[in-house]
């Protein structure tokens, strides 16, 4: 296994999970921001007005999002599975 074989995995590895925790945290940041403006507009500094809406964001994120989730990582985990003994030389 050359090391340039084991930084390829490694990026592809990196970019992936960065894809997969983008998808989830951006919504969260938007509705975090959302509930802070109207916050901030209307001085009301209750703390789960800010977590509540998010968490719900959160878990519908995720129950959409969810089984693209899976199959990006199933189909990368088969991929490198496959991939062994080509990498084995």
Do not use: C
């Not at 989830?24 to 901030?40: E, H, T």
């Not at 985990?77 to 990498?87: A, E, G, H, R």
């Amino acid at each position: 296994m050359t090391p340039e074989s084991v930084l390829s995995i490694f990026q592809h590895t990196l970019e992936i999970i960065l894809l997969l925790v983008v998808v989830v945290l951006v919504p969260a940041l938007i509705v975090g921001l959302l509930v802070s403006m109207f916050q901030a507009a209307t001085q009301i500094n209750e703390m789960t007005l800010s977590f509540i809406p998010k968490l719900i964001v959160t878990l519908a994120t995720l129950m959409i999002a969810g089984p693209w989730m899976l199959r990006i990582l199933t189909e990368y985990t088969t991929k490198l599975l496959q991939d062994i003994p080509y990498l084995i030389r």
